[in-house]
Antibody
Framework: EVQLVESGGGLVQPGGSLRLSCAAS????????MSWVRQAPGKGLEWVAN????????YYVDSVKGRFTISRDNAKNSLYLQMNSLRAEDTAVYYC?????????????WGQGTLVTVSS | SYELTQPPSVSVSPGQTARITCSGD??????AYWYQQKPGQAPVLVIS???ERPSGIPDRFSGSSSGTTVTLTISGVQAEDEADYYC???????????FGTGTKVTVL
């Protein structure tokens, strides 16, 4: 069974940093693209970033470029999101998601999410 | 930036058919996907590549595509189908992913 478990969320002040982690199990992590998707309280889903199997390609939504960094450690079956210069509008539940193996980018498995709150 | 537009809400009686549209300029070039999200839960993929149903998804869920609009159809709606539904696709370059604005389906 595919399992994705996020951790690292919490309360942080504006301008601060936070590192999210996602522990993957139940599948061969190293052969899948992975992604972070977020959802602000009471709002819709927003794609944040994708990373290729070997980490050589990374893509970000414009609003986080230069502030967030997606990375992975295939030896540890783990995905990360380093978030710097955090803003109030980054407050959201952050989901780790596996990108499906077929053509096209889609999210076929999701974690339960970790809440990040940016507030003073 | 690229946007996918959905109606905010759809109401339907049990046993009837719910149709949710999603409009975007790049949809003729890019596949669309649909997710169901119930309160307090993570999203679940219900339709892939415009019209394919993943394993385990009931056959009352179907998808179609026509030009710049894709449609999720739920036939014979059940109370358990009450949820938020989101379409998802990519921009014309295929580089950036976008979710639709979301549609709340209410079962009367």
């Amino acid at each position: 069974e595919v399992q994705l478990v996020e951790s690292g969320g919490g309360l942080v002040q504006p301008g601060g940093s936070l590192r999210l982690s996602c522990a993957a199990s139940g599948f061969t992590f190293s052969i899948y693209w992975m992604s972070w998707v977020r959802q602000a309280p009471g709002k819709g889903l927003e794609w944040v970033a994708n990373i290729k199997q070997d980490g050589t390609e990374k893509y970000y939504v414009d609003s986080v470029k230069g502030r967030f960094t997606i990375s992975r450690d295939n030896a540890k079956n783990s995905l990360y999101l380093q978030m710097n210069s955090l803003r109030a509008e980054d407050t959201a539940v952050y989901y780790c998601a596996r990108i499906g193996a077929a053509a096209g980018i889609y999210f076929d498995s999701w974690g339960q999410g970790t809440l990040v709150t940016v507030s003073s | 930036s690229y946007e996918l537009t959905q109606p905010p809400s759809v109401s339907v009686s049990p046993g009837q058919t719910a149709r949710i549209t999603c409009s975007g300029d790049a949809l003729p070039k890019q596949y669309a996907y649909w997710y169901q999200q119930k309160p307090g839960q993570a999203p679940v993929l219900v339709i892939s590549k415009d019209s394919e149903r993943p394993s385990g998804i009931p056959d009352r869920f179907s998808g179609s595509s026509s030009g710049t609009t894709v449609t999720l159809t739920i036939s014979g709606v059940q109370a358990e189908d009450e949820a938020d539904y989101y379409c998802q696709s990519a921009d014309s370059s295929g580089t950036y992913e976008v979710f639709g604005t979301g549609t709340k389906v209410t079962v009367l």
